[in-house]
């Protein structure tokens, strides 16, 4: 496998971070002016300090793109520190600053949004890229290709009914997105090892 193969399963970890991160500054930016006149700045401060975290995450992994797979492993680690604090700021503002079950909701239909844009896209990119194998080698990437869609299909569906149900907790709807996105994470990784066995 060359290193630009492998870049692309650690890429597509991190477009599917940005595009979330992407979604919920969306969100957050577009019920701001909901904020309350006394909390305006405060809250107005930590929209920048989030934008300013995204830019940081997307300049990070855009210093990635010509990286070995070693260097990608290394620094993931800080990226999913930096991803983590994010979640837990955009956590702190719905708590502070929103009317929450309005922000709550919106925030998360945009995430879910972008979450299965990602898939989607990695699915079609893995797939895309099986066809340059012979078609003995094709077979098993082909099938992780398959299973990748009907992994999205599934948190589609799943998100969409906890959506649906309209009354969830900030805890609830977030806990969803992380449980979602780490079926994405094994489905990249899985598809990542099912190419390597094909090159090997």
């Known amino acids: 496998m060359?290193?630009?193969d492998s870049i692309h399963f650690f890429g597509n970890w991190g477009e599917?971070?940005?595009d979330e991160m992407d979604a919920a500054l969306t969100s957050?930016?577009?019920?701001?002016?909901?904020?309350?006149?006394?909390?305006?700045d405060k809250a107005s401060k930590v929209l920048a300090e989030l934008r300013k975290n995204r830019d940081d995450?997307?300049?990070?992994?855009?210093?990635?793109?010509?990286?070995?797979?070693?260097?990608?492993?290394s620094s993931k680690a800080k990226l999913e520190t930096d991803w983590s604090a994010f979640e837990a700021e955009v956590k702190k503002y719905v708590e502070s600053y929103g009317?929450?079950?309005?922000?709550?909701?919106?925030?998360?239909?945009?995430?879910?949004?972008a979450q299965?844009?990602?898939?989607?896209?990695?699915?079609?990119?893995?797939?895309?890229?099986?066809s340059e194998f012979a078609s003995e080698r094709r077979d098993e990437i082909e099938s992780n290709v398959k299973r990748m869609k009907a992994d999205?299909?599934?948190?589609?569906?799943?998100?969409?009914?906890?959506?649906?149900?309209?009354?969830?907790?900030?805890?609830?709807?977030?806990?969803?997105?992380t449980e979602t996105r780490a079926v994405f994470d094994r489905a990249n990784q899985t598809a990542r090892e099912a190419f390597k066995r094909a090159t090997a």
Do not use: H, M, P, Y
């Not at 957050?28 to 305006?40: H, I, R, S, W, Y």
């Not at 844009?117 to 079609?124: H, I, P, T």
């Open 152 to 177: 999205a299909v599934a948190a589609e569906e799943k998100l969409r009914k906890l959506n649906e149900a309209g009354n969830q907790s900030w805890s609830a709807l977030t806990t969803a997105l």
């Open 28 to 40: 957050l930016e577009g019920k701001a002016a909901e904020v309350q006149a006394d909390a305006k």
């Open 57 to 73: 995450f997307r300049d990070a992994i855009g210093k990635q793109a010509g990286a070995s797979e070693a260097a990608w492993t």
């Open 99 to 113: 009317r929450q079950f309005e922000l709550q909701q919106a925030t998360f239909e945009l995430q879910a949004a």
């Open 16 to 18: 599917e971070r940005l």
């Open 116 to 130: 299965l844009k990602a898939w989607r896209e990695a699915a079609d990119k893995l797939a895309s890229a099986a």
């Open 2 to 4: 060359s290193g630009q």
